[in-house]
């Protein structure tokens, strides 16, 4: 089976640090220093309290399965989008890889890997523990 | 100030078309307000506002009123995806109430079939959007944005692909009446769950057509609406709210409709439990099960059981749903489905729907629309419907 080609990320100045950091193997959150949350997609200002104070914290790069769906026509490699709720408590939107995506469940436990993509920094995808 | 009864819908008008490769975006928005003005008996000099969204070409209002000729006083191009249009009624009604225009035209068109639109497909909202970079790369298009949403839904409240598929066998139960309907042939619970599974757990008769055509609507101020011929249909409440992915704090079993829904049941003052039709968006089955539920027509996580055993078709269930079949079977103009809800609910008011599937001594109608996509960001909004 062929390899599903992954779209660069349209990476702009807000979010760049997110994936310098992907390119060595680490995956950052926004956390807000203010109200003390975590947040994603990463924003400048706190999603939550508006506060400029927002500073990038590593995650532990662990989580649970949210919810997913495996696309399995209309594309030429079937593949698992799913939200992981992480261990910091916010859900990102990623896909499951190097398993079986029939075994894929809700509440299964995930670690990140990072995949490289058409022409762009590489980006965090989740594989079972 | 409340739009309650401030402004009515004198004019729909739903192309016939679902093939337009011969025809241009543009002139299906022309065709589809000639039919609106025709249909209410107005003619585009009455016309002082004018209401499009996306799917329009070019700079929306400025491209628009300079194509259809018209000399307007008051523009809109709120885009809120395919629920856009239910919120152009709600600000129209707004626009009259306030005095800025008399009569309002409200247009929709695209030929997403003839360019080959897909759901599997990515579609491309524009450069710089804040998401796109954490989305993208991962293959999300529209319908596995829905599919998380039924996948979760199922998980949370153990709703079954039996119970979303009564949502396309009652559509294609009213479709088999409209001459106009893409697909007419009545399908069971089994046919649904016998097609190929596109992204689990939805299946290919869990999606909507894909269709080129379009739609029209005229609101106008009550005194020019009583001087027309037409039944009158006013427009009693409306909500419109848009919802996300709330900063990671994920929700996605509850939609916008949670809060348009109640906006809207507020400014009317009556309750789901009055309404006696209800177009109901249906990009996908999932779709149409959670916003019943958020707006009220059942208790939230009892969807499956709500729509189960024909309880949307009209003349056996409770709630009469989408008699024209809908997106899921009807038309799906745009890959925007709020222009159609609306005229259906209208037709219904009217006592102009199939005499196969219309209400007897309607009155009372909800129309609601999504747009975007249910599983990161879409808008929401219910209109509230009554006829006088």
């Known amino acids: 089976m062929t390899e599903r080609k992954i779209p660069a990320p349209q990476v702009n100045p807000e979010v760049k640090p997110f994936f310098d950091a992907a390119a060595e193997g680490r995956l950052l959150v926004k956390f807000c220093a203010d109200c003390a949350q975590y947040h994603h997609y990463p924003r400048a200002l706190c999603s939550f309290c508006f506060s400029g104070r927002t500073e990038w914290r590593e995650a532990k790069g662990t989580g649970t399965i949210h919810t997913y769906s495996v696309l399995r026509r209309g594309v030429p490699v079937p593949y698992c989008i799913a939200y992981v709720t992480l261990d910091e408590g916010v859900s990102i939107l990623t896909n499951i890889v190097d398993c079986d995506l029939d075994s894929v469940r809700i509440g299964q436990r995930v670690k ?10 590489p980006v965090p995808m989740f594989t079972p523990i | 100030m409340t739009i309650k009864g401030k402004a009515y819908i004198v004019g729909a008008f739903e192309h016939p078309t679902r093939h337009a490769p011969d025809k241009s975006v543009a002139q299906l928005h022309a065709e589809v307000a000639k039919g609106a003005l025709e249909d209410a008996g107005l003619s585009r000099k009455d016309v002082d506002g004018y209401f499009c969204a996306g799917d329009a070409p070019g700079l929306g209002p400025l491209s628009m009123v300079d194509y259809l000729g018209l ?37 929709l068109a695209g030929r997403p079939r003839s360019e080959g639109s897909s759901g599997t497909q990515p579609r491309s909202w524009g450069a710089n959007l804040p998401d796109a970079p954490f989305e993208a790369p991962y293959g999300l298009v529209t319908i596995n944005s829905y599919a998380m949403v039924a996948m979760r839904h199922m998980h949370e409240f153990g709703t079954t692909s039996e119970q979303l598929a009564w949502i396309k066998v009652a559509a294609s139960h009213h479709a088999q009446h409209n001459p106009h309907a893409m697909l007419r042939e009545p399908v069971t619970v089994k046919d649904v769950l016998d097609s190929p599974l596109i992204a689990d757990p939805l299946h290919r008769l869990d999606c909507c057509v894909v269709s080129d055509g379009g739609g029209a609507l005229v609101v106008a101020r009550p005194e020019i609406a009583k001087s027309l011929a037409r039944p009158l249909v006013r427009v009693i409440g409306a909500g419109e709210s848009p919802k996300g992915q709330a900063g990671g704090r994920l929700d996605l079993t509850t939609s916008g409709a949670a809060w348009s829904g109640k906006i809207a049941f507020e400014e009317a003052g009556v309750k789901p439990a009055d309404i006696q039709y209800a177009s109901i ?44 079949g809908g997106g899921l079977c009807n038309n799906h103009p745009a890959n925007r489905g709020g222009m159609t809800k609306v005229i259906e609910a209208v037709r219904q008011l009217r006592g102009e729907a199939h005499p196969a599937v219309q209400v007897k001594n309607c009155a009372l109608a909800l ?22």
């Not at chain 2, 055993?309 to 749903?321: A, E, F």
């Open chain 2, 367 to 388: 129309a609601q629309g999504t747009g975007g996509q249910l599983g990161t960001r879409h808008g929401s909004a219910t209109l509230i419907l009554e006829r006088v």
């Open chain 2, 71 to 107: 000399r307007v006083r008051h523009v809109d191009s709120t885009d809120t995806g395919g629920s856009s249009y239910l919120v152009h009624v709600a600000h129209a009604a707004q626009a009259i109430a306030a005095g800025k225009c008399n009569v309002a035209l409200v247009t």
């Open chain 1, 112 to 121: 990140v890997v990072f995949k490289p993509t058409e022409g762009g920094p």
């Open chain 2, 281 to 324: 968006y249906d990009s996908f089955t999932i779709t149409v099960l959670v916003q019943l539920e958020d707006l009220g027509f059942c208790e939230k996580g009892r969807g499956g059981a709500f729509v189960a055993d024909g309880n949307l078709i009209s003349g056996v269930g409770r709630l009469p749903v989408n008699t024209d």
